[in-house]
């Protein structure tokens, strides 16, 4: 998605130069309103990547009029199976719509689309609702400058991978006040298991960033617990039959476990392909490390894990699942 700055700004400004605590849902699928089930929505949707394009055919699935964008045909072209209308840009996507979601690379890229939207003409009752991982600084910002705008704004980064984004069971760690959260629920049940109020603006991405810290570690250490069992002689089936059923289990061990054919089907029963890539997990401990360093959190082992990933992607491996590192603390 390289490009996504430059080009969504290019688009927009064409556009318009043409035109001169914590609560936790699992609601039915409705509209804005939330009055009854099945009502229609107008979103936008900017954004149609791995996870985008199935979120976004979900929502024109649960019966929501959705305009999409994105900068590649092929992804405009999946969105428009999936029951989506395809649009020239992001402001024609935007152009009336009650709700824009976005799920975009960086913050960068989310600052640009929405400081021209501002500067445009967003409805004044629509909903902004980024699904992208970005820092918590940049989400604040954007909040901020939507509010001085008179709009609503959530943060709402997603748990849950490619293949919970297809399936509509993505968790979502929402970020906004209580009126942004429930305008905004409606339109994220239709794509997640769960939609949680994790607080103000910014805390749906510090939910995220910190949990992607742990689950980064926990990886990798369960990587290394898989191969010390290895060298000990210990079978790698035995030794998950005793661990996860014991102090040492953990979401790696048993929902994803590193080794082929053991637990259930992972990325590791596929050459370690799809799943949650190696670039991914470092970007988000990037994330992590930078807020720490802003927020004077003591993270090493936070910091180990990045370090270790950077140099599993340095290695080539970035396509990779991250569960994938395993092959590089095997040597």
Known sequence: MVGWTTAVTLSLSRRWGDAGRASHSTAPRAGLSGIKEKTMTRIAFIGLGNMGGGMAANLAKAGHDVRAFDLSPEALARAKAAGCLPAASAAEAADGAEAIVTMLPAGTHVEAVYTDLFAASVAPSAILIDCST?????????????????????????????????????????????????????????????????????????????????????????????????????????????????????????????????????????????????????????????AAADSGADTPMGAKAADLYQRFADEGQGGLDFSGIIKMLRR
């Not at 604040?140 to 001085?148: F, I, L």
């Not at 742990?214 to 290394?224: F, K, N």
């Open 134 to 290: 970005i820092d918590v600084a940049t989400a604040k910002r954007v909040a901020e400058a939507a509010r001085n705008k008179g709009l609503a704004a959530v943060d709402a980064p997603v748990s849950g991978g490619i293949g919970a984004a297809n399936a509509g069971t993505l968790t979502f760690m929402v970020g906004g006040s209580d009126a942004a959260f429930k305008r905004a629920e409606p339109i994220l049940s239709a794509m997640g298991k769960a939609v949680i109020h994790a607080g103000a603006n910014g805390t749906g991405q510090a939910a995220k960033i910190a949990n992607n810290m742990l689950l980064g570690a926990t990886m990798v250490a369960t990587c290394e617990a898989f191969l010390l069992a290895e060298k000990l002689g210990l079978d790698a089936q035995t030794f998950y039959d005793i661990s996860s059923v014991a102090s040492g289990q953990s979401w790696s061990m048993t929902s994803y476990c590193p080794v082929p054919g053991v637990g259930p089907d992972t990325p590791a029963d596929h050459d370690y392909q799809g799943g949650f890539a190696t670039m991914l997990m470092l970007k988000d401990l990037k994330l992590a490390a930078a």
